[in-house]
């Protein structure tokens, strides 16, 4: 992310106390604050089911990715 537009709110003293974005700066800021709750929550739902994941039982998205670029490289190779 590019540094933002920003402006500061200060009180009396000169303190900044808030921060006025442009809409894209917000918005995009938003969006990667949710990218990272996301990717936070799925490392999170890794550890909370490895056993079932070691057990086969479960499978990653990034095993998951692997496995389809495996099936696609073998398909070309047919070709």
């Given amino acids: 992310m590019t ?3 920003k402006k500061y709110i200060t009180d009396v003293k000169g303190n900044k106390t808030a921060v006025i974005l442009d809409l894209k700066a917000y918005e995009q800021l938003v969006d990667e604050i949710d990218e990272l709750n996301c990717a936070l929550g799925y490392d999170q739902a890794k550890k909370e089911n490895a056993k079932d994941i070691l057990a086969g039982k479960l499978i990653t998205l990034e095993n998951l990715i692997a ?3 495996n099936r696609k490289a073998k398909q070309r190779i047919k070709v």
Wanted: aromatic fraction near 0%; hydrophobic fraction near 0%.
């Fill in 67 to 69: 496995k389809s670029h």
């Fill in 3 to 5: 540094e933002p537009n």
